[in-house]
């Protein structure tokens, strides 16, 4: 089954960057010169899936708005002769076909998965988070559609962490079958400090089976209420094959103030633009540390 759209989960509150995100949604944060949604919308775009499901809340029409079109900037940047930022702004609201749909209360990851069975439907689809930010020369998405091409399972991403830190994540542990594919074998949503015996930690990119709907309805909620994917996908590995991808690519996560950063001066000396000044500013600033 060949992968059509991708759900993207936007309803969170983003209280980690308050009072930044107090009238602004976190997704539309900008690294460098476009918003975190924006990296997201691109990946998925490159690795060639043409329709997004926005999980959306109360608050988050900029978002929609970002990639809709604009009668007025577009005429406003013709009349001063702003080409170049024209053709940017047309590039934004020609990039991919935007569906929205509304998680009403917020009941967790699984939950805002869930409620987008009505558009995805009975196909596979993949779930980036926009939290996540991935830095590499082959999308990470693409990545793993041509692993589920030749497994036709579901696939996490992962990456390895330090197990000090593994209490932070959901774990997986499991065997590796082939370099950086592993068959699932347990997910752990966020162990105990101290507990977990995988480094191998969950972020967010998902390919996942149409089967995972299911799952989730039979999900049990968690800790503060919520519905965790992470339990949902424990219940599929039990059913049928789930595999975890070690992904190529450097992961930033853009939903916390150190990540967020980090991520801002990759993508800044990465930039064609203002990379080469931007690198020199370092440097100098360098010197008086």
């Known amino acids: 089954m060949k992968v059509k759209k991708a759900v993207v989960p936007v309803a969170g509150l983003g209280t980690r960057f308050l009072p930044a995100t107090k009238a602004i949604p976190k997704e539309m944060l900008t690294v460098v010169d476009r918003p975190t949604i924006q990296y997201i ?81 009975n196909e596979p689809f993949v779930v980036v988070l926009g939290d996540d930010l991935v830095d590499s020369d082959v999308p990470c998405v693409y990545q793993m559609l041509k692993v589920f091409e030749r497994l036709d399972e579901s696939i996490v991403a992962v990456q390895k962490v330090p197990l000090k830190e593994a209490h932070r994540y959901g774990i997986v542990e499991g065997e590796e079958i082939e370099p950086g594919v592993y068959r699932i074998e347990r997910l752990i949503e966020k162990p105990a400090p101290g507990t977990a015996r995988s480094d191998l930690a ?66 800044a000396l990465e930039h064609q633009e203002v990379g080469g000044p931007f690198k020199a500013f370092l440097k100098g600033l360098a010197k008086n540390f």
């Open 41 to 121: 919308v691109e990946e998925v775009v490159a690795s060639g899936i043409k329709e997004v499901v926005l999980v959306t809340s109360a608050g988050k029409a900029a978002i929609e708005n970002h990639f809709d079109y604009s009668f007025e900037l577009e005429t406003y940047l013709a009349q001063k002769g702003k080409f170049d930022l024209l053709r940017e702004v047309r590039n934004i609201s020609r990039l991919i076909n935007v569906v929205s749909v509304r998680q009403k209360e917020p009941l967790g990851l699984g939950h805002a998965v869930m409620v987008s069975e009505t558009v995805v439907g």
């Open 202 to 267: 969950i972020i967010g990119r998902y390919c996942l089976r149409p089967e995972v709907y299911g799952c989730l309805r039979r999900t049990l909620p968690g800790i503060g209420g919520e519905i965790q994917l992470t339990d949902a996908l424990d219940t599929l590995r039990k059913e049928r094959a789930l595999y975890a991808y070690e992904f190529n690519g450097r992961r930033f996560d853009a939903g916390d103030k150190l990540g967020y950063l980090q991520a801002t001066v990759t993508f």
